[in-house]
C-alpha cells in the first residue's frame, strides 16, 4: 500500500510539473508600459503575469478590473481575476520606491496559443502589450531610462487577428472592407524604425488634413489611433494597422506620400509650425459658464467650477495642426498617459473650441 501511495503521489506530482509552464522575459513586437513582464506562468487553471514596473516616486498608476489578455487563437478576451501585490481599480501611490513588482491572475489560455495581447478595456485604459511571446523565454529587461517622460499611449487593442507563425516571419494584411487577414511575406518593425520622412502632417488635394504621423500615434478619421503592428513589405512601402484601421504605405517621398485604404490616395506632407496661434490663446468659456479652458503656448488648463470647488486639469500641448486655410485647427494633448483631440473649428467668423467625442462641450473665446 506505502508504495502504491508512494506512486500515485509521485504521478500526480508529475502531472502537476507537467501541467506549468514558466516563461522569463518574454518577447513582444510593441508596449508602452515603462517596465516589463519578467514572467508568464501558463497552467491548466490561470494565467499569471508577473509585472516589474518603474513609474515615477510621487505618482501612481492603476489596473483597471477591465484589464485583459487576448490569445492570438481564438480572439477571445480572458479578464484579470485578482491581483497580488496591487490591487485592482484603485490608485497605487509610490511613496517609497519608484519600482513595484506584481501579478496579475488570469484564467488559463489555449494550449496552442503562442502570443497574447495585453490590455485595458475600461476608457481609462492607457497599458498594453501587444504579441507577447508564451512560447519560449526573451530577453527581456526593465526599461528605466524613461521615467521622466513615460511613453504617453493610450491602450486601444481592438479585435484581435489570427497570428501566423513568427518563424514564416508573414505579415497580416488587411481586407479592408470585412477587417479579414491574408499572409504575405513582410517583416515586423516599430514605429521609431519608419522613415523620417513619415512623420509630419498629411493632406489631400483640397488642403484637408487627412493624417498626422508621430511616432508615438497617428491622428486619423478625427481620433487619436496607436500603432498595433507594422509591416515593411517593400522599398520604402509598409503595412499599419492601428486599433480602428489599417493601410498600406504605397510610396513615400519627402512630400508625397500614396496610401492604400478601401482605395488609392495620394497626399502631400506639409510643414507644420507646432505653434498655437496668437489669437487662440487666452481665456475660452463654456455655454454654461461653469467650465473654463485656458490656453497658452505649451499647456492647456481646464478648469471645472463644480459643487466640489474647482477642478483643474494641466493638458501639455503635442501637437498643433492647420487644416482648410486656418479654418480649422487641431490639437492634440496629452496627459498622464492619454492623448485628447481638440479642435478650434471657425464658425460665423469666430472660432469655437471642442474636445473631440463631446458635441455639447462648447467654448468660445473670453474677449479681453
Known sequence: MGKLFLILWISM????????????????????????????????????????????????????????????????????????GTTLHRKHHMTDSDEVRFKLYFPPLPKDVETINYGESNKDGNWFI???????????????????????????????NPAASSKDRVVEMLDYKRANYVSIGGESILAKDLPSNF???WYDKYDTLILIATPDYIVSDYRVQYYQDIKKIGENKFFIKSANRGFEILSL??????????????????????????????????????????????????????DLGVYEVKYRI??????????????????????????????????????RGFANARYKKVKN
Open 13 to 84: 506530482f508529475s502531472a502537476t510539473i507537467q501541467a506549468q509552464k514558466i516563461i522569463n522575459n518574454p518577447d513582444y513586437i510593441n508596449t508602452n508600459i515603462n517596465g516589463s513582464v519578467t514572467k508568464v506562468e501558463l497552467t491548466d487553471s490561470e494565467t499569471i503575469l508577473h509585472f516589474h514596473i518603474k513609474v515615477r516616486m510621487g505618482s501612481w498608476f492603476s489596473v483597471p478590473n477591465q484589464t485583459y489578455i487576448e490569445s492570438s487563437v481564438d480572439g477571445k478576451r480572458l479578464f484579470v481575476v485578482k491581483a497580488d
Open 130 to 160: 501587444y504579441k507577447l511571446d508564451v512560447t519560449k523565454d526573451g530577453k527581456r529587461f526593465l526599461n528605466t531610462s524613461n521615467t521622466n517622460n513615460l511613453n504617453p499611449w493610450k491602450i486601444s487593442i481592438g479585435s484581435s
Open 199 to 201: 512623420f509630419g502632417s
Open 253 to 306: 517621398d519627402k512630400e508625397t506620400m500614396t496610401i492604400r485604404t478601401e482605395r488609392l490616395s495620394t497626399l502631400k506632407r506639409k510643414p507644420s509650425s507646432n505653434q498655437v496661434p496668437k489669437f487662440l490663446k487666452g481665456n475660452w468659456l463654456h455655454w454654461d459658464n461653469k467650465k473654463e479652458i485656458k490656453v497658452t503656448d505649451d499647456y492647456f488648463y481646464n478648469n471645472d467650477h463644480g
Open 318 to 355: 503635442d501637437q498643433v495642426v492647420e487644416s482648410e486655410s486656418g479654418n480649422v485647427i487641431w490639437f492634440v494633448l496629452y496627459n498622464q498617459g492619454d492623448y485628447y483631440l481638440y479642435s478650434a473649428r471657425k464658425s460665423e467668423g469666430e472660432y469655437v473650441l471642442q474636445p
